[in-house]
């Protein structure tokens, strides 16, 4: 059974850093594109960063050069570090694979504030 968490979300100030991180289970993740979207408060889903089976990175232009995406494949996760955070960053972060369909974790609250 698929299945993705979140963890790692909270409350940082302006220029701060969080990582986040995201347990698979009942797949292989070195196998599949793992995205991370977020979605700001009042606002619709937004892709951030992606993960290739061979490992590339791709990132959205609003983060590139402050996210960096990466594999833990014997732990089955994928972490997102993020650098120089601003309070536009403020949003539900959320992993996603897609095996037989798209499948999505609960989410993680990150709140950038002063």
């Known amino acids: 059974q698929v299945q993705l968490v979140e963890s790692g979300g909270g409350l940082v100030h302006p220029g701060g850093a969080l990582g986040l991180s995201c347990a698979a289970s009942?797949?292989?993740?070195?196998?599949?594109?793992i995205r991370w979207y977020r979605q700001p408060p009042g606002s619709q889903r937004e892709f951030v960063a992606a993960?290739?089976?061979?490992?590339?990175?791709t990132y959205d232009d609003a983060v590139k050069g402050r996210f960096s995406i990466s594999r833990d494949n014997s732990k089955n996760t994928v972490d997102l570090q993020m650098n120089n955070l601003k309070p536009e960053d403020t949003a539900v972060y959320y992993c996603?694979?897609?095996?037989?369909?798209?499948?999505w974790g609960q989410g993680t609250q990150v709140t950038v504030s002063s």
């Open positions: 996603n694979v897609f095996v037989d369909k798209f499948y």
């Open positions: 993960i290739v089976s061979s490992g590339e990175p």
């Open positions: 009942g797949f292989p993740i070195d196998q599949y594109t």
